[in-house]
């Protein structure tokens, strides 16, 4: 029995070894390639478990498949103007395809250094066809950063996926900055973009101005000149009927309205306070001695 349980024990432990060496698991978000005498014959991109021959036949190279995250550096770029920029972008990329990244990086310091220098090259080429104003303007329609990324991504993502078996999932910007001796110039071009909106509402606003002002002088001449013909018609009408008014008073009793007229006369002629010398004889006081 003793004898049994050692030979049991032995086939046990030999089938551990054989499992230990021609088997080997992937765990999930890992990428494992198999190498045969340094030749890539297998890639694994699945969790699992997966069978190789012993080493030192084949050996296992296992790469971290998440994502990775890496700002790029201070780049100075040359816009379309010839203004210097410092664009700083952030890159989260993943292994693709770990044969390829095995081949041609292996290492993932050596991938950020490479990816660093593809963005460095995109944002040469991709910001020197754009303006100033693309990035930084008053005008909110003349922005074109999105579209700057997009190009300078897709630009990255092509070749990071052709030479090195990384794809790019997302490129942004992180920061937008201006050489020291750049910022005064991009100030005095940002005033100059302001002033010129500053001109052109001031312009508006003088040619609205004269319009309503003239408008206003027209419509002014317009009622001062009916306000004056109705105010004529308003003193001929008036007088016609003061006119008439003398007219059938004296008829009815001419020697009263003369005496009335001279009354009224000599009442608005004086006040408490008057101090009159005066002919009694002369109209109209002569009614004070009751002359003729």
């Known amino acids: 029995m ?8 032995a086939g046990v432990f030999v089938l ?3 499992a230990a060496g021609f088997t080997f698991t992937v765990k999930e978000g890992y990428n494992t390639i198999v190498l045969r005498f ?12 997966y069978f190789k021959l012993p080493w030192p036949v084949d050996n296992l190279i296992t790469y971290d498949a998440r994502s990775q995250y890496m700002d790029s550096g201070y780049n100075e770029t040359l816009t379309n103007d010839k203004i210097n920029i410092i664009l700083q972008t952030y890159i989260i990329w993943r292994i693709k395809d770990a044969g390829r990244f095995h081949t041609s990086i ?3 310091e050596t991938a950020q250094r490479y990816l660093n220098d593809l963005a460095a090259s995109a944002k040469n080429g991709v910001l020197g066809n754009y303006m100033l104003s693309s990035l ?25 996926m052709e030479n090195y078996g990384i794809e790019i999932q997302t490129l942004g910007v992180k ?25 052109q509402y001031i312009s508006e606003g003088n040619r609205d101005s004269a319009i309503i002002i003239s408008e206003a002088v027209e419509r002014a001449s317009e009622i001062v000149a009916q306000g004056t013909l109705e105010a004529a018609r308003i003193d001929a009408e008036t007088e016609r009927r003061v006119a008439e008014i003398y007219g059938t008073a004296y008829n009815q009793n001419s020697r009263l309205f003369i005496f009335l ?17 005066m002919r009694a004889s002369e109209s109209p006081f002569d009614i004070i001695t009751g002359m003729d």
Not at 2 to 9: E, I, P, T
Not at 38 to 49: C, P, Y
Not at 261 to 277: C, H
């Open 2 to 9: 003793n004898r049994v349980y050692k030979w049991l024990f």
């Open 261 to 277: 007229k001279k009354l009224i006369a000599l009442e608005n002629s004086v006040n408490p306070d008057t101090v009159l010398i």
């Open 136 to 160: 930084v303007s008053v005008n909110i329609d003349d922005i074109r950063l999105d579209e700057i990324c997009r190009s300078i991504e897709e630009k990255v993502a092509l070749s990071a």
């Open 175 to 199: 920061r937008l900055a201006l050489p020291d001796s750049n910022i005064y110039s991009v100030f005095d071009q940002m005033t100059a973009e302001r002033q010129k909106y500053v001109s």
């Open 16 to 18: 551990i070894i054989a």
């Open 106 to 108: 292996g290492d993932y």
């Open 38 to 49: 340094g030749k890539i014959i297998n890639e694994h991109m699945q969790a699992g478990l």
